[in-house]
């Protein structure tokens, strides 16, 4: 079959995907951001990046307990899913998602 092309994340958001507004947000309210770390670029398969999108749009939708993070407000999550018009791998692949980024959340949140 024909090779698929990674998309590197700055590709990607270099060409109108998701914006990270943070700084800006951030300043409109009085705030400091902390310093930025610097990552590595990264790749994602262009099939995979529907289900990083809705991660992203989904970053507000945590819900938390006094044991830390528990997991995505589903019923908001499934707004966003019918909003956008994800296919349901894509809310699938969000649950995989999900499950790792509890398990570092907690992780860091116990540090």
């Given amino acids: 079959g024909k090779k698929k092309k990674l998309i590197s994340a700055v590709e990607y958001w270099g060409k109108g995907g998701v914006q990270d507004e943070r700084e800006k947000d951030a300043a409109i309210l009085g705030l400091k951001m902390p310093e930025k770390k610097v990552e590595k670029d ?11 999108e809705l991660f992203l749009r989904c ?43 509890i398990e570092l959340l907690n992780k860091q949140g116990s540090k």
């Fill in 42 to 52: 990264f790749a994602v398969w262009p099939e995979n990046w529907p289900a990083v």
């Fill in 59 to 101: 970053q507000t939708q945590w819900n938390t307990s006094v044991g830390g993070v528990t997991g995505f407000d589903y019923s908001s999550v499934i707004a966003l899913v019918n909003m956008y018009a994800y296919d349901v791998a894509v809310f699938e692949d969000l649950q995989i998602m999900e499950a790792a980024a």
